[in-house]
């Protein structure tokens, strides 16, 4: 049974072009995970300050690999040191109950002011289960 995790980022107004510029750096890393098979950040477009980083993978086991994986752990790691040199990721990752999780692209420290550091001021992880799905995937 596929699972879906949901990192919510809260970026203030002002950090929005840069959250996106950031992710758009790192498009494809994740693609090549065992078990990954789905992308999407969602933009808020309602007033709130929440995006919404969808993944599905094709199990929790899956996820919880690739949240290990030498590719997560380089991609988190570059990102903080580019953020350091005012571009690229700063944040952290999304902390649940047992640690890091999600996609950390947002972190509950930082301001998200400036170029370097954090572009989201929280993050926090949703998970469920798909028990139903209909629709066309490209």
Known sequence: MSVVKINVLTVPAGMREEMERRFAGRAGMVESADGFEWFELLRP??????YLVYTRWRSEED????????AFQAGHARAAADAAQGHGHAEAPAQGPQGPQGHGHGAAQGH??????????????WSFEV???TGHRD
Request: aromatic share 6%; no cysteine; glycine share 20%.
């Open 112 to 125: 998200g002011h400036g170029q370097g550091g954090p572009a989201a001021t929280g993050a926090e992880l």
């Open 45 to 50: 477009v309602d007033g709130t300050d929440r």
């Open 131 to 133: 028990v139903q799905h």
């Open 63 to 70: 996820f919880l690999a690739w949240q290990r994986s030498a």
